[in-house]
């Protein structure tokens, strides 16, 4: 039930991997009038998001903003550069990969959902090794587009875009490559054109830290090539219509202004930090997480720690213990929001979101309420989990790129 007059005391902790806490800069800059979509002002600020959100995703090529959550985004990509009964080769990492197979085969599509045994593609992401392989079987090239996800949210396994990338091309083979960075974008380090990425998927509502509504859609001259001949049925995602206005910073429909107002915040905040520094300032909190759960003796999700997540780390639970149930003590508790278990992790792990708006101080406090919960849930733990993160945010300097350190 919506208890719309619980208003407890202090600031209610959001540490779910998405939609991520809205810091007040951007807030506040979304309060502003709502004006004219076809006026001279509107022009200006249009013109200003969409370059700058080009830095983010790493291209020159056009970038199209739908007044949409993610899903509408995948659906895009999916619409503007396939036809029906296409043959796509998708990668079962975890969640969001199977939704957005599900997704493709309501659209007509026919998608071949490459995976490990069990939950091993949950615990490891892509292998880019299988994708070659069967992309060399394909002699006939009947597979249209890759898709794969590069930050799966519902384990916290970041996968290595670059190297599908590299396997399409070992396996000499055209199809487009269709990247999910719905959560990785400005927490991960991404970069559409050098990886040679077709379409980028992306949302507002992770790593941007607005609330959701916005999407996007990073566009490759490969792709758009595609989309003049692809024939599934598509009229509010063409992207047509949308590229030629957007070159005079305007929308062929309402685009959501305030939210592009936030936009605009966003890109000031991420831009004025440094593109490196918010990713290694991710890089560190994710350690610190994984000192902490490793310390409490529990088990992390990703099992590899080449692809371990800077957005999110999946905690699992013991035989026998309900995550779900450990997450209602921290909500009724402690005032905090964790990540659930999703499709074959329900009730099996749950997810700590360290993405955006968040600090050495909000880690130590989201740790601390994770850890307090779990001792009231009645999970054994092998000791405390804050010193270990303490100790390792507290050292005087730490370079990034620490994905590695054990
Ligand atoms: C959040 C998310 C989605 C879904 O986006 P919505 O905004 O909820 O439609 C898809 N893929 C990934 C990887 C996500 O993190």
Known sequence: MLKLDFHPAGRHFLQIPGPSPVPDRILRAMSYPTIDHRGPEFGELGLKVLEGIKKIFKTQQPVVIYPASGTGAWEAALSNTLSPGDNVLMFETGHFATLWKKMAESLGLKPEFLGLPGIEGWRRGVQPKMIEERLRADTQHAIKAVCVVHNETSTGVTSDIAAVRRAIDAAGHPALLLVDTISGLACADYRHDEWGVDVTVSGSQKGLMLPPGISFNAISPKAFAAS???????????????????????????????????????????????????????????EATRRAVR????????????????VLTGVMMPEGIDADAVRKVIYERFDMSLGTGLGKMKGRMFRIGHLGDCNDLTLLATLAGCEMGLRLAGVPLKESGLPAAMEWLSQPKQAAGLKAAA
Not at 244 to 262: A, R, V
Not at 296 to 306: H, K, R, S, V, Y
């Open 228 to 286: 003049k001949q692809a024939k599934l049925p598509r009229s509010f995602w063409d992207w047509t219509d949308i590229v030629e206005m957007n070159k005079s910073g305007y929308w062929p429909y309402t685009p959501n202004t305030n939210l592009l107002y936030g936009l605009n915040e966003a890109l000031e905040m991420i831009l004025g930090e440094g593109l490196d520094n918010v990713f290694a300032r991710h890089e560190r909190l994710a």
């Open 295 to 310: 310390a409490w003796g529990l088990e992390i999700q990703c099992a590899d720690p080449a692809v371990y997540s800077p």
